[in-house]
């Protein structure tokens, strides 16, 4: 595989990631991981915690975790395959196969976790991802009522940030620690713009949303979680 193939992969893989959960750079030892995705969260030892999972849930939940990489290894070559050099065509695969990845785990976790362990879920999933959570979670923006002007609005912001993470990914060539600061940058950007789009009350609904605090206790660097 030809080096630049694996740099158009491995910006593809990060800004997908970035579009379905942001983290505001929350959460990330060793590299970027999408920690607002409720079906990552469960891999957290606190969250497990929180949700007071069985060893069964936990066994069934890791099996679906790995068929979930496994799908996202394969969805990554087919989106280097049909796109060739043009990453925003890879952009454009990636992004729909993550949707489609993303509604159907969804209904998966619906059938190992119960309709309280589920709820508990997104308000934790809520309080890692914060404001960002609106941009992409489709029961979120109908539970606060988002309108097609708002959503609009924040695709574009998605859209802008999307753009400035590739320049910087491009600038920072392979720096991991350039590429976290961008990150972490450009996330409070698209918090700060985001904030701006949504009303007082739908603010303080999602809060309310987030429900019960939760303990987070991350691991220490180089956990690997």
Same mark, same amino acid.
């Given at each position: ?16 990631? !970035?579009?379905? %959960? &942001? ?10 991981? *999408?920690?607002?995705? =409720? ?5 957290? $030892? #606190? ?15 890791? #099996? ?5 990489? +496994? ?6 070559? %087919?989106?280097?395959?049909? @796109?060739?050099?043009?990453? $925003? ?16 785990? +969804?209904?998966?976790? @619906? ?8 709820? /508990? ?5 809520? &309080?890692?991802?914060?404001? !960002?959570?609106?941009? *992409? *979670? ?22 802008? &940030? ?5 320049? %910087?990914?491009?600038?920072? &060539? ?6 976290? $600061? @961008? /990150? ?8 700060? $713009?985001? *904030? ?5 009350? +739908?603010? @303080?609904?999602?809060?309310?949303? !987030?429900?019960? =605090?939760?303990? /987070?206790?991350? =691991? =220490? ?5």
């Amino acid at each position: 595989m030809k080096l630049k193939n694996l740099v158009l992969i491995a910006t593809a893989a990060v800004l997908v990631c !970035s579009a379905f %959960a &942001q983290g505001g750079g929350q959460g990330r030892r060793g590299g970027f991981r *999408n920690q607002g995705d =409720p079906l990552q969260l469960t891999s957290r $030892e #606190d969250v497990q915690k929180d949700l007071a999972l069985t060893d069964d849930q936990k066994t069934k939940l890791t #099996d679906l975790r790995d068929k979930t990489q +496994q799908k996202m290894r394969e969805a990554m070559t %087919a989106a280097r395959d049909s @796109a060739g050099d043009d990453r $925003e065509a890879m952009m454009k695969a990636m992004q729909s196969i993550m949707a489609k990845m993303s509604e159907a785990n +969804q209904k998966e976790l @619906a059938t190992i976790l119960s309709a309280d362990q589920v709820k /508990r879920l997104k308000e934790i999933a809520i &309080q890692f991802v914060g404001v !960002s959570i609106v941009a *992409n *979670n489709k029961d979120v923006q109908k539970d606060l009522e988002i309108t097609d002007d708002q959503l609009a609005k924040i695709k574009d912001l998605q859209t802008r &940030q999307q753009a400035a993470m590739r320049e %910087a990914m491009q600038n920072a &060539q392979g720096d991991q620690a350039a590429m976290l $600061e @961008a /990150r972490t940058k450009n996330d409070k950007i698209l918090v700060e $713009e985001i *904030n701006k789009v949504l009303t007082d009350a +739908q603010k @303080a609904k999602l809060k309310d949303m !987030s429900g019960k =605090p939760f303990v /987070r206790v991350d =691991p =220490p660097a180089g956990g690997g979680r």
